[in-house]
């Protein structure tokens, strides 16, 4: 006479607790599949593992929030937790997935930077909460730009931030304050941009600055602020009738343009001469630029500080501070700057160079159009 297999009655039991729908049958659910998918199931093959998750995936699905709720507190802390079931539960309603979005190990980070992309901003707030998010995750957080989930990131002390975005998160926090305190006790937070973040933050945060990072020794930093202060004050002392882009042949070449001062004149509402010295940089005619900054999208203006060597950061605080610059309507649409980083991206520094070359023998209108029009159907660079 043939024997069960010993883990037969555990399925059984499942279905059967799946129709019980008193408090002590949801309970023993809960405990059943917990014991389905911790140490006590490694006896299952891989078929009968599989098959056990497609019947748990399928009774979830008919329980209540409640039982859901506990089942993911149990699970998150099971390494050995089924995947399929840990993604489903992950990206279920907020209470449910919050345990296990901050706390199971089973999700990897195509998983994270997905639910991130396509759930709210309260799923990627739990995100942030993780332990040890790498460089990836912490990307796809700060670009899905919610500012209450990037200031509970950067209060994760855990979180791995790129050179990069860690310098972008400080260019912003000239303009959202609550970034501020998180990012001057950030652990990975370079001197050098603690002292850039010295002239905009709060008493209170720059007694901590002084006390916590040597500032005196950033001495690189120090002839850079001093000379981009000292341009920008030559500038705006000169006489207005002046035209602003004499002024700025006459103070700074545009070899040594520092790109920050393009942020600064742009924070100070220096237009014109932001406009000019952007000109300068690029050498594209003042027209040309005013037709290619403003408008939405920003592709033009990713192309031409694409071809300036401008990084990437600095970049993105200038496409987000010309919105505000523009005539008519200020409001960042929430994918457009994920769009234009894109279009910085995909494009090289030499295509976007072979592009203002084009624009500087033929700087009309429909040149413009023609080029930003062949970007768009052409394959990102390599």
Request: aromatic share 4%.
């Amino acid at each position: 006479m043939s024997m069960a297999a010993p883990h037969q009655p555990d399925i059984k039991q499942l279905m059967q607790l799946a129709h019980d729908r008193t408090a002590i049958g949801r309970s023993s659910l809960i405990d059943a599949i917990t014991d389905l998918v911790s140490e006590k199931s490694q006896h299952l093959t891989g078929q009968e593992q599989a098959l056990v998750t497609d019947i748990m995936c399928k009774l979830i699905h008919d329980v209540e929030m409640s039982v859901r709720r506990h089942l993911a507190e149990r699970l998150a802390e099971i390494p050995a937790a089924p995947a399929d079931l840990i993604r489903m539960l992950a990206n279920d309603e907020i209470a449910v997935a919050r345990p296990i979005l901050i706390n199971s190990s089973v999700l990897g980070d195509p998983e994270l930077v997905d639910i991130i992309q396509h759930r709210g901003w309260e799923h990627q707030l739990a995100i942030a909460m993780r332990q040890s998010l790498s460089i990836a995750v912490t990307d796809s957080l700060v670009e899905a730009g919610n500012n209450t989930v990037i200031t509970t990131l950067l209060e994760n002390q855990s979180a791995e931030i790129s050179a990069a975005t860690m310098e972008y998160l400080v260019e912003e926090s000239h303009r959202v304050d609550s970034y501020q305190n998180p990012l001057v006790r950030r652990e990975d937070l370079p001197p050098a941009l603690a002292k850039r973040m010295h002239g905009w933050v709060s008493d209170a945060l720059r007694q901590y600055l002084d006390a916590n990072f040597e500032l005196d020794s950033v001495s690189l930093t120090d002839a850079v602020a001093s000379a981009t202060d000292s341009a920008i004050g030559e500038l705006s002392q000169s006489a207005d009738s002046q035209p602003a882009s004499k002024r700025i042949a006459t103070v700074m070449p545009a070899a040594n343009i520092d790109p920050n001062v393009l942020v600064k004149l742009l924070r100070e509402g220096e237009i014109s001469l932001f406009e000019s010295m952007l000109s300068r940089i690029t050498g594209l005619e003042l027209k040309l630029i005013q037709r290619l900054v403003y408008p939405a999208g920003g592709d033009g203006l990713a192309i031409a500080c694409r071809a300036a060597a401008v990084p990437k950061p600095i970049f993105a605080s200038i496409f987000l501070l010309s919105r505000q610059a523009r005539p008519g309507d200020h409001n960042v649409e929430k994918d457009e700057l994920k769009k234009v980083l894109r279009v910085y991206d995909n494009l090289s520094n030499k295509s976007a160079q072979e592009i203002l070359f084009a624009w500087r023998r033929n700087p009309t209108e429909g040149a413009l159009k023609h080029c930003l029009k062949e970007l768009r159907t052409s394959k990102p660079a390599r």
